[in-house]
């Protein structure tokens, strides 16, 4: 288990280089995305102006106050609170996300899938865990929401904020198809009889 | 005692903000008691930055989570309390609207066709309203629950058969455990809805992930299973956000009710370890905020 603090965007270099339980925090700029963010980018055909190559996104859906555009605030957003939501529920972006927009890695809570995994190692990729729930804290790591893109599916904006220093964030899922999630699964099934048996329950 | 619309309008958007950046005492000293009892490093760590957020959120007055969640309202209103109930539900709404507006609050309510979101937090049925009565004369507590989705994604029923016993309710709690994983954003608590119609069933579930921690079930039987249940969840090893360890679940919680002769359905329902709650209770005295 070693620590990297890493400037994005981050060489195919560096992410292969990342194994399981490593932990990264991340400075530059980091991209908010969600749900309807994907669908209307890879089911729907719309076109971002921003270049993910290289970079990181992460599955959120900030709360923010709309202000005035100026130095401080240059998207006219304020953050009010940003967290991290469940990634299982966009697996089935992660290939294209790697594939066509060349993001680097992702950052969510509760683990993805297989065929993540799979694209993880084909095309150079990493899922980094963040504490789920702990928003507040996560929204100290945010500088500046810089800019923002399909503005119209706010919340679900394509968001591009500044970060400093944001984490630490665990490598959970690597690009060698090692998978914290999957092991961790793995164990619990195996011990589900065992559990089942200490309330009278035989299999 | 009459209830104006008035202050339960103020109540409701009140409670919201609220529920939203405080965390109830039993929730805190919950991770507390995780934490100490944690035999995996990494899984301490994990609850350590839980601990941490929750400090933060206190100090900088901001959400503990950014899903604000599907609005619950539970009002309990005493027998001698005058009102209009269709004013009553109005007035909660607007409260809900204006929270949103006024904090502002990003609103996490969508038409279920559409997905259009018209940032007001409220939509058609919702917030989602419960009312019940009890005997306290002049009273009316109501009780403000923001529903993450991550949780609320672990939402299952299981119309059992009389044949398959207790046993089938069993296997069916602990494998939906492992299938939320970390998914869930444990440690949670597991709420069990046993007997019922299907639809009373998976209400169950929801009051009984949403009760206060330490609290037990009224149904005798109910209770000894919320212990059983509760050792063999944590036997599992998921540990919190599903990275290992031994904090998998605060408790189990489990709420009956009669059912059908032909009937044995089990429901699941989870609550997240940010596991938000406010009330307020309005008396001739004035309101008062707790949990």
Redesign the interface.
Known sequence: MAHFELNTPVPEAQIRALRLCDTISLSGSLFGIRDATQIHLFDRGRETRFDLAGHAVIHTAPNVRRVPRCPEYPAGYAPVCIGTTTSARMERFTRPLLGQYGVRMIIGKGGLLRDSLQAFAELGGVYLAIVGGTAALETTWIEAIEDVDLDDLNPESLWRFRVRDFGPLMVAMDSHGGSLYDQVRDDAAARREAALATMGVHT | MNLYPAAVEEMARALYIRALKQLPDDVKQGIERLRAEEGHA?ARR?LD??I???E??ED?R???????GLPIYNVLIGRDVVFDGVDIKDAITTGCRRATHE??????VVHPLT?L?D?TSTGRRVPVIHFDFDDAPERVRIEMIPK???SE?GSWLRMCLPAEGV?AI??FV??RV?EA?????PPTIVGVGIGGTSDLCMHLAKVAATRPLGSTCADEEGARLEQ??G???N??????????GDATAFAVHVETAATHITLNPVAVNIQ???ARRASATLTPDGIAFGF
């Open positions: 990494g994990v930055t839980m941490h957020n929750i933060v959120a900088t901001n959400l503990l989570c950014q899903d604000t904090h502002p609050l990003r609103s996490s997905r979101n940032h993450g989705s991550g994604n046993d069993k296997t602990i494998d492992l994983g970390g998914k869930v954003c059983a249940l050792a063999a969840v036997a599992l090893g998921i540990g919190p956000q599903g990275l290992g997240c370890h940010s």
